[in-house]
């Protein structure tokens, strides 16, 4: 597509469930990115993939958050046994990766979560 | 590690008057260094970027200039509008093996009144 496409756009949910999150980047990325946007911390990082290489995991908040990207492709972030701490706009972004020169990285319009 | 600090907001403006939002950072090497826009409702968007020092991004009338020798990167505007209401976030990449990973800064909203 011409953007980075997410979904869902909003989830609620109840504390304690899993939530899984989409994140569809611009065809021909082969970098792409989770950040979690929220009032208290402003806009965290959380996970980084590139092409085949083993993903940055470093910025996930805790072992309840995974994430996965089949093909090369299409990622999904997955929050088990929600806390009401978990309420945030969840970013996805993509870029094409070059080593220097300083990527552009597109982001999408964020997914909304509250969990209640 | 990696940070940007950016002038604390909320900033109010009348149209047509003249912007300035503080950016500096702390980084080691070479970073490049990004001004990203939030229009209400919206994800976040691109608006410029200076990828080496003395380098100027500019973009709908916004600029910004790399300044390595005060580590800034301050936004500038000379007429906003009402459209231009929206939060900004000052970023960069790091140089060598974290330069894939952006780093914020809180982010600045700005109100422009008729």
């Known amino acids: 597509g011409a953007g980075v496409s997410q979904s869902p756009s909003n989830k609620v949910t109840e504390k304690g469930k899993d939530v899984e999150l989409r994140c569809d980047p611009i065809?021909?990325?082969?970098?792409l990115y989770w950040y979690r946007q929220s009032l208290g911390q402003g806009l965290e990082f959380l996970i980084y993939f590139q092409g085949n290489s083993a993903p940055d995991k470093s910025g996930l908040p805790s072992d309840r958050f995974s994430a996965e990207r089949t093909g090369g492709s299409v990622s999904t972030l997955t929050i088990q046994r929600t806390q009401q701490e978990d309420s945030a706009v969840y970013l996805c972004a993509s870029s094409t990766y070059r080593a220097s020169s300083g990527n552009t990285i597109y982001f999408g319009e964020g997914s909304w979560l509250t969990v209640v | 590690g990696n940070s940007v600090t950016q002038m604390e907001g909320p900033v109010t403006l009348s149209e047509e008057a003249f912007l300035t939002i503080n950016c500096t950072y702390t980084a080691t090497g070479y970073p490049s260094l990004f001004w990203y826009v939030q229009y209400p409702g919206e994800g976040l968007q691109l608006l410029l970027k200076a990828t080496k020092a003395d380098d100027k991004g500019s973009n709908k009338g916004f600029e910004a200039t790399y300044r390595k020798e005060t580590t800034s990167f301050h936004l500038e505007k000379g007429s906003v509008q009402v459209s231009d209401s929206a939060v900004y976030f000052c970023a960069l990449t790091g140089s060598g093996g974290s330069n894939y990973k952006l780093t914020f800064g809180k982010g600045t909203l700005l109100t422009v009144n008729p």
């Open positions: 065809s021909g990325h082969t970098a």
